[in-house]
């Protein structure tokens, strides 16, 4: 190299983590041998195929924020763990190198130790807002652990981007987890979170069930495939009692078995949010679907749970309406039939109708669910005159009689 050069640039994929990525050895170089250089362009790849955890970036960037690379030069320099592709990078910032893909990569830079989530092209400036396109991440099956996964984890601290993140089958245990779930405590942007068939047990589930109880965004948890059992159901489940985000829960082949299920059932009579809970391939009997099946009855719209109580009501909802109120303060049945179908002429059946129901819930200490008792009656009379006959149904005694001991469990859990 001729000491006059004034502009290099270099691209390179090594085998190893050798003498380029050093930048001593470019101090040194470049003091001696190339003292006229101004411009210095480089990227440098090297494949980690056998997943060196003793690889870090910050060790690789921290001696490129000298004097001679900021102040001297004015070399900006950045190095990445690019996800999909297990790649470690070095480059300045920017540099313009045709060829190369912007990939979605973990960076950290000559400006702090911090990770951000990026795939911002190579030839612009350092931008710490430019990683606010990335909404979407998919890394399933792509295996990152150990370090590598700390990148990433690290990176979510400050995201306020992403909404969709899918770490399905990426080796992912308690450990990393509790990283993973520290990581996503104060987030405000996830809606979707894939960790399907990774190696999460009961303490795992823990930890994500400490984010249900704060996160105010995440809609869809995916954990199927994992090793959660009966204890980390019911973590989530007890998480779940107070939760209103929540949709979408999958917890399908978790070797939960009967005292999982029935800890969820129970969450299901009072949380009113989700709608779709996978439990597929667990440890579910005749029991265990019977824990499911009355929590689903006590539903507003769980007509179909009791077709008997659905007919009758289709039938003659004034006789259901009469029955229920007859086991519920021992008025009259024929009494309340013949109100209710009076009333029902000029549309205010729901008059009556609200009265005993508000009297059916001080008498087992239940909350107006879905909504108030007004409402409920008003818009969905029908429906609320089997639920009560469902939920008086599922209180009698031996003798067909409603057992008179209050029980604070809450009956209804609705379904879209």
């Not at 000298?66 to 996800?83: C, E, G, I, Q, T």
């Not at 009501?313 to 229920?324: A, K, M």
């Not at 819930?361 to 008792?373: A, M, N, T, V, W």
């Not at 609320?384 to 809450?410: D, H, I, M, T, Y």
Request: one cysteine or more.
């Amino acid at each position: 190299m001729t000491p006059s050069l004034r502009h290099l640039k270099l691209a390179s994929q090594r085998k190893m983590l050798d003498s380029v990525f050093d930048s001593t050895y470019w101090e040194n170089l470049i003091s001696i041998k190339l003292p006229k250089l101004d411009k210095f362009e480089f990227i440098f790849f090297y494949t980690d195929n056998k997943n060196d955890d003793s690889i870090n970036l910050e060790v690789l960037i921290a001696p490129f924020r000298s004097s001679f690379w900021l102040h001297d030069k004015r070399w900006f320099v950045a190095s990445a763990y690019v996800l999909r592709e297990n790649e470690i990078w070095l480059h300045t910032i920017p540099i313009n190198c045709t060829g190369i893909k912007d990939l979605v990569r973990v960076e950290t830079s000559w400006m702090d130790n911090g990770y951000r989530l990026t795939e911002r092209t190579l030839n612009k400036i350092l931008d710490t807002s430019s990683g606010k396109t990335l909404t979407k991440l998919d890394l399933h099956s792509n295996r990152i652990s150990g370090q590598k996964i700390q990148y990433l984890i690290n990176a979510l601290y400050n995201n306020t981007a992403l909404v969709e993140l899918n770490l399905g089958d990426s080796q992912i245990g308690d450990r990393e987890a509790q990283d993973l779930a520290h990581a996503l405590q104060n987030n405000s942007t996830l809606t979707i979170l894939g960790l399907w068939q990774n190696q999460i047990g009961h303490q795992g589930a823990q930890y994500f069930a400490d984010v249900l109880r704060n996160n105010t965004t995440l809609k869809e948890l995916c954990l199927q495939n994992n090793s959660i059992g009966d204890l980390g159901a019911q973590y989530l489940a007890h998480a779940l009692q107070n939760n209103t985000i929540l949709t979408t829960l999958y917890l399908d082949a978790n070797g939960i078995g009967r005292h999982g299920i029935q800890n969820l059932a129970n969450t299901l009579e009072n949380n009113k949010t989700i709608i779709t809970l996978g439990l597929g391939y667990n440890q579910i009997g005749d029991q265990e679907a019977q824990y499911l099946v009355n929590a689903l009855a006590k539903s507003l719209f769980g007509c179909f749970s009791d077709i008997k109580t659905c007919c009758c009501g289709f039938c003659c909802l004034p006789c259901t309406f009469g029955d229920n109120v007859e086991k519920t303060d021992g008025t009259s049945c024929i009494g309340c039939c013949l109100a209710y179908w009076v009333s029902s002429a000029c549309y205010l059946c729901w008059v009556p109708h609200m009265m005993k129901r508000k009297v059916l819930r001080q008498k087992y200490l239940l909350k107006p669910e879905p909504c108030h008792d007004c409402l409920v009656t008003a818009c969905c009379g029908p429906c609320a005159v089997c639920q009560e006959a469902r939920e008086l149904k599922s209180r009698s005694g031996a003798q067909g009689r409603p057992n008179v001991l209050p029980v604070r469990a809450q009956p209804v859990a609705y379904r879209k």
